[in-house]
């Protein structure tokens, strides 16, 4: 009966301490968007300009269009792909119903936020930019683009990591490709002249948010139930 009584009193430790983290980590990534926010608010100009300019001499490195376009067709079907995965090998419907859920939260808050700022995307406000994608004619704050990406790589660790028993090294593997993995999604955005760096940096700092929001649900949804 002690035995009992201590490992149930164990586990509501683990259970207090990872909901203390979870907390902690979500407001931090609010804290953060709230500060890149107020930054974009007060020197918006300058910096618009100064990623222009930035855009301007990335275009000049045309090798980089190809890479950057098969980079960009991959994060377009990465969802694809994980929904399959979770069909077909795990089937694992309440992951999968999360995973939708999140993805329609976030295109909606996304389409919220556009109306809302009302920021044209660079192509449109620099003749010199090049449109290698295309015009979207939709507004470029934040980019929704990055923000579902990163958001859905977030999501794919998590699950790694709540599925699977990693060892520390291939957690801070991954964490490292997450990193290298929003440098890109920067660069790509950038250099198609889709968005501009803080449309990039809020988008990504959106899809972080989100992601602790829904974490934060999925916790106390399980603890209700």
């Known amino acids: 009966m002690t035995d009992l009584k201590r490992s149930s009193t164990n586990l509501l430790t683990v259970s207090y301490r990872g909901s203390d983290k979870l907390f902690v980590q979500s407001l931090a990534s609010y804290l953060i968007l709230a500060i890149l926010l107020l930054i974009d608010f007060v020197y918006h100009e300058q910096l618009m300009r100064s990623s222009i300019e930035y855009t ?4 000049t490195y ?3 269009e190809t890479p950057l376009r098969y980079i960009s067709t991959i994060m377009n079907k990465m969802s694809y792909f994980y929904l399959f995965f979770l069909i077909s090998v795990r089937k694992d419907f309440e992951k999968i119903a999360l995973l939708i859920f999140a993805s329609t939260m976030m295109f909606f808050f996304n389409g919220v936020v556009k109306m809302f700022y009302h920021e044209p995307r660079p192509y449109f406000l620099d003749e010199r930019i090049i449109g290698f ?3 979207k004619c939709d507004y ?3 980019s929704g683009w990055t923000q579902k990406n ?3 790589l977030l999501f794919f660790y998590w699950d790694a990591v709540t599925t699977y028993s990693l060892r520390k090294f291939k957690k801070r593997l991954i964490q490292f490709g997450l990193f290298v993995s929003a440098v890109v999604l920067l660069i790509t955005q950038m250099f198609f002249g889709s968005s501009s ?3 990039v940096l809020l988008g990504l700092s959106f899809g972080v948010s989100f992601f602790f929001l829904f974490q934060n649900l999925e916790s106390r949804i399980l603890q209700e139930f």
Do not use: D, I, Y
Not at 56 to 59: A, M, P, S, T
């Open 140 to 142: 470029g704050t934040p």
């Open 56 to 59: 301007v001499q990335l275009q």
């Open 62 to 64: 045309r090798s980089l």
């Open 133 to 135: 994608v295309g015009f």
């Open 150 to 152: 990163f958001g859905l």
């Open 197 to 199: 760096f803080m449309q």
